[in-house]
């Protein structure tokens, strides 16, 4: 095992779950019919694909990597279509549909089962003239090394991976990315590093900042999905261990955590960014993406389903092929005019509004924009109601243990949510000298309902009532949550938008039991219709008693929390802060 240093920080690396098959696998080629079928369950292929599976790709310190390679049976040069995953390439990885509760609404005979985990199918898009790559990342399945996480290690890794299948003879040197997730996160990193034959990149909702997004969101640490990621992955070395990194050196250790916040400003190439609500991992990283690539060949469109769900409809399927089409074979087919962002608001209790147009993100009130909207804020009030103006006098609020408090608003009118909110509380805790705020905005119906927005169409899953579903958020989007510990409280301007702070995470500040803290606690964007009569929830408390689960082997109780103090009115505004289209 050689060491990885980071930033002049040794990381902890760890034993890889050793592949199913003893030895590795020669390099081979063959030819798949058309008509012909993986299993009497998948779709049949449309065309003869040529399959290169195990072929080795040369990495800059001599590393050699495998990739399984589909195209066309042509003699015409075509460009490529890389999956960059950590999951194992074709047939060899432990994670897919098939470990998903109800195949998130994907049946088998959509797709051709070549495709690799959060992938783009190859049956898809060999017809359409590219070919696509799965590739096993540095230390995966029988690629040689040490398995990387994010940062710039791996980015460099995708850069080499790009110029090599660049120089494959029937590659005409236009090479992209895509997937979800994993698959999506990596081609920030990627793109930063420039690779010269990069023509584009397509992260199809991706995370941006390894710590603050997904292993400490608001400084609080959160390890369950993390530890079994490293659990499925599978090759022959060691890997990076990041929640081992920061169970021993914690999250202050800014040199090797900045290495995995994505370098936006470095990204030069067009860009088609995909984002969703559903997701408690990605949704803040396809916005910061979007928000701070320095260019405007830049596109973001969210949907009102899942991630996976959505990679294989045809409403994706199209509209990426437009995007490819133009960046990659030239095509003047007009996607230049495309709507730079295209936002589905969820109706929960009713239809989405999908693809409502802006040229700018509503939530940035830029001059000359169409989308216009109303930063408002509702203030806690001691009845538990969200009121437009705070109370005269200061009275308090309370929960403890798995406890809750919970306000409602009530529209008057027709009124969409829009982007991130903003909530600020006035906190105390007499008996602890740290504590979590944990909140959730809901949408009640007029009958007092509270509701759930199911990602996939009831239709498309293979159930006869609701009660078969589920709890899991890949399934069901109960609403955005946002959650932040006092004493992680600091923020870096210098890394924040100016809708979005984003912490620090290079000193705590000290909290005495008691004292009344200010918490700023930012809440995911989210898009939410609410019509006359509905109502805003709000949720605070002091655990995670209000979020669901990514799978279900990692849920579990919520922690038992000290009694908190909520202090509202007079002299305290404790306000949830939004912008609002009526």
């Not at 460009?79 to 088998?108: E, F, H, Q």
């Not at 994010?150 to 120089?167: R, S």
Request: net charge negative.
């Amino acid at each position: 095992m050689a060491p990885l240093i980071v930033n002049n920080i040794e990381v902890i690396q760890t034993p890889t779950n050793p592949p199913a098959w003893p030895e590795p696998k020669a390099p081979s080629r063959v030819e798949l019919s058309a008509g012909s079928q993986k299993t009497p369950d998948h779709r049949p292929l449309p065309c003869d694909i040529i399959l290169e599976r195990d072929q080795p790709l040369t990495l800059r310190d001599g590393t050699r990597i495998r990739v399984d390679i589909f195209r066309p049976k042509t003699d015409e040069k075509i460009p490529a279509i890389l999956m960059w995953a950590p999951y194992g390439k074709t047939d060899t990885g432990t994670l897919n549909l098939d470990k998903i509760p109800l195949r998130c609404g994907v049946p088998l005979s959509k797709l051709s089962g070549y495709e690799s985990f959060e992938g783009l199918d190859p049956a898809e898009w060999i017809p359409k003239g590219y070919a696509i790559i799965n590739a096993d990342a540095r230390g995966v399945g029988d690629s040689e090394g040490d398995m990387r996480t994010w940062g710039t290690p791996e980015g460099q890794d995708g850069h080499d991976a790009i110029e090599g299948i660049a120089k494959l003879p029937w590659c005409t040197g236009k090479v992209s990315l895509a997937g979800n997730s994993w698959l999506g996160l990596c081609q920030w990193f990627i793109a930063a590093e420039r690779p010269p034959h990069l023509a584009c990149i397509a992260p199809l909702e991706g995370a941006s900042d390894h710590l603050r997004e997904t292993l400490c969101r608001g400084g609080i640490p959160s390890i369950g999905f993390g530890a079994m990621i490293n659990n499925v992955v599978s090759g022959r070395g060691q890997q990076e261990n990041t929640v081992e990194m920061l169970l021993k050196y914690g999250q202050n250790i800014r040199d090797y955590w900045d290495d995995k916040r994505a370098r936006m400003d470095k990204i030069e190439v067009p860009a088609y960014i995909l984002g969703s609500y559903s997701t408690m991992l990605h949704t803040i990283g396809s916005f910061r993406g979007f928000e701070e690539i320095p260019h405007q060949n830049k596109w973001i469109v969210t949907h009102a389903t899942q991630e996976w769900f959505d990679l294989y409809s045809q409403e994706r399927i199209d509209d990426l092929q437009k995007f490819f089409d133009h960046y990659m074979k030239d095509i003047d087919n007009g996607w230049e005019h495309t709507s730079p962002v295209r936002l589905a608001v969820l109706g929960y209790n009713k239809p989405p509004i999908i693809d409502l147009p802006f040229d700018h993100l509503p939530w940035l009130h830029v001059s000359n924009s169409n989308a216009k909207t109303e930063q408002k804020r509702l203030y806690l009030s001691a009845d538990k109601t969200l009121q437009l103006s705070n109370g005269t006098s200061s009275t308090t609020l309370g929960y403890k243990g798995t406890e809750s408090v919970v306000l409602t608003h009530t529209f008057s009118q027709s009124t969409k949510l829009l982007g991130p909110t903003k909530l600020v509380v006035h906190v105390s805790c007499p008996s602890a000298t740290d504590f979590d705020v944990y909140a959730q905005l809901r949408k009640r119906d007029q009958d007092g309902n509270d509701l759930e927005h199911l990602n996939i169409p009831f239709e498309a899953l293979p159930v006869s009532n609701l009660k078969e579903i589920p709890n899991i958020n890949p399934l069901k989007y109960l609403g955005p949550n946002g959650r932040l510990r006092a004493s992680k409280r600091k923020v870096a301007p210098e890394l924040s938008l100016n809708y979005w702070q984003t912490l620090a995470h290079d000193e705590d500040i000290e909290v005495k039991a008691g004292e009344i803290v200010k918490m700023e606690v930012w809440i995911w964007p989210t898009a939410i219709q609410f019509d006359a009569g509905e109502q805003l929830v709000l949720k605070v408390a002091g655990t995670d008693n209000m979020t669901l689960p990514e799978f279900e082997l990692l849920a579990q109780e919520p922690a038992i929390a000290a009694a908190q103090i909520v202090h509202v009115g007079g002299e305290f505004e404790s306000y949830l802060e939004g912008h609002w289209q009526d």
